[in-house]
C-alpha cells in the first residue's frame, strides 16, 4: 500500500527565511510525487509536480529516490505563501490512479 | 481558465437522508473522481470513473455510495442513508488522462445531523 508522511503539521517561518516542508512516502513501484496547495477559502491546486522539475513560485522539490522524500523548498519565504500544503503520491502506469494525500503541512509565514 | 464546478458548496442534511452531490468537470477530461476530506484528516480518495465506470474504488465507498455521469457534463456523488461519520468536505477532481495532472473542484461542505 502506498502512504505519505508529512510530519509538521504546522510550519512558522519568517519573511525572507528559507523554508522546507518535509514529505515521505512508501510504495514498492515508481511513484509520481505532487505538491498541491490550499490556500484560504481556495480549493486545492497543483504547485509542481516531480516529472515537470519546474521552480514555481519559487518552490522546487526534488524527488530523492534512496531516501523515498520529495521535500519542498523555498529559499526566501514570502507572506503570500502562508497556506496548507500537501504531498501526494500517484502510481505510475497503474490505470486511472487516485492520488494519496498527506496529512498537509499549515505553512504560517510571519512579517 | 476552465474549472471543476461543484455543488452546492454545503449540505446539512438529516441522518438516514440520500443526498446528491455534483460536479461539474472540465469538458475536455475524462477521468473523474471524488476525493473527502473529514475534518482535521487528510484527503481521502473515494472513486475513480472512467468511460461510464468505475475504475478504482476505496474501502470507503460501500454499497451506501454511488457514482454517475447522467449526461455529458455533468458527475454525480449519491449517499444513499447518510450517517453522521459521513460529515466531511467532498471534493470532485478531473483529469486528461491516465497519471494527468488532476484539477479539483471547490469541494461541498456536508453536515449530518
Known amino acids: 500500500a502506498q502512504r505519505v508522511t508529512q510530519p509538521e503539521k504546522l510550519l512558522s517561518v519568517f519573511k525572507g527565511a528559507p523554508v522546507e516542508l518535509k514529505c515521505n512516502y512508501s510504495y514498492s513501484g515508481s511513484p509520481e510525487l505532487f505538491w498541491y496547495v490550499q490556500y484560504s477559502r481556495q480549493r486545492l491546486q497543483l504547485l509542481l509536480r516531480?516529472?515537470s522539475r519546474e521552480s514555481i513560485k519559487g518552490f522546487t522539490a526534488d524527488l530523492n529516490k534512496g531516501e523515498t522524500s520529495f521535500h519542498l523548498k523555498k529559499p526566501f519565504a514570502q507572506e503570500e505563501d502562508s497556506a496548507m500544503y500537501y504531498c501526494?503520491?500517484?502510481?505510475?502506469?497503474?490505470?486511472?490512479?487516485?492520488?494519496?494525500f498527506g496529512k498537509g503541512t499549515r505553512l504560517s509565514v510571519i512579517a | 481558465e476552465p474549472e471543476v464546478t461543484q455543488t452546492p458548496s454545503h449540505q446539512v442534511t438529516q441522518m438516514g437522508q440520500e443526498v446528491i452531490l455534483r460536479c461539474v468537470p472540465i469538458?475536455?477530461?475524462?477521468?473523474f473522481y471524488w476525493y473527502r476530506q473529514i475534518l482535521g484528516q487528510k484527503v481521502e480518495f473515494l472513486v475513480s470513473?472512467?468511460?461510464?465506470?468505475?475504475?478504482?474504488k476505496s474501502e470507503i465507498f460501500d454499497d451506501q455510495f454511488s457514482v454517475e455521469r447522467p449526461d455529458g457534463s455533468n458527475f454525480t456523488l449519491k449517499i444513499r442513508s447518510t450517517k453522521l461519520e459521513d460529515s466531511a468536505m467532498y471534493f470532485c477532481?478531473?483529469?486528461?488522462?491516465?497519471?494527468?495532472?488532476?484539477?479539483f473542484g471547490p469541494g461541498t461542505r456536508l453536515l449530518v445531523l
Open positions: 501526494a503520491l500517484n502510481r505510475v502506469n497503474s490505470g486511472n490512479t487516485p492520488l494519496v
Open positions: 469538458s475536455n477530461h475524462l477521468y
Open positions: 470513473f472512467y468511460n461510464n465506470e468505475i475504475s478504482e
Open positions: 477532481a478531473s483529469s486528461t488522462g491516465d497519471g494527468e495532472t488532476q484539477y
Open positions: 516531480h516529472i
